[in-house]
Nanobody
Framework: QVQLVESGGGLVQPGGSLRLSCTAS????????MSWYRQPPGKERELVAT????????NYLDSVKGRFTISRDNAKNTLYLQMNSLKPDDTAVYFC?????????WGQGTQVAVSS
C-alpha cells in the first residue's frame, strides 16, 4: 500500500535551517508531481511547494519563495524540502503528497517549530 513517511523536523531558532525528507513507497513515485503541505496550529492545511516529475518545474507559496527549495531524487523515491531563514510563521506540521487529487493517504507528518 502507499506509504509517505516524513522526517527531519525539529525545533529551530528564527533564521535557522532544516531539511525535510519524504520517503515514498507503494506507487510509481517518478511519474508523480509531488508537493509539500503544512498545517499550522489551529489552521487549515496549505500547499507550500510543488515539483514536477522530472524536477523541471517548481512552484512555491509566496511567503516561502526565496527561502525554501523543493527537490526530489527519483532513484531513491524521496522528496526533499530545504528550509532556510525560518520564521515563527513557518511553525507547522509538514506533509508530503502528490499534487493531484485524489490524494494518497496522508502520513504522520513532521513537526517544525521555529522559536527563540
Amino acid at each position: 500500500q502507499v506509504q509517505l513517511v516524513e522526517s527531519g523536523g525539529g525545533l529551530v531558532q528564527p533564521g535557522g535551517s532544516l531539511r525535510l525528507s519524504c520517503t515514498a513507497s507503494g506507487f510509481t513515485f517518478r511519474i508523480n508531481t509531488m508537493s509539500w503541505y503544512r498545517q499550522p496550529p489551529g489552521k487549515e492545511r496549505e500547499l507550500v511547494a510543488t515539483i514536477s516529475s522530472t524536477s523541471g518545474s517548481t512552484n512555491y507559496l509566496d511567503s516561502v519563495k526565496g527561502r525554501f527549495t523543493i527537490s526530489r531524487d527519483n532513484a531513491k523515491n524521496t522528496l526533499y524540502l530545504q528550509m532556510n531563514s525560518l520564521k515563527p510563521d513557518d511553525t507547522a506540521v509538514y506533509f508530503c503528497n502528490r499534487a493531484v487529487s485524489p490524494k494518497f493517504s496522508w502520513g504522520q507528518g513532521t513537526q517544525v517549530a521555529v522559536s527563540s
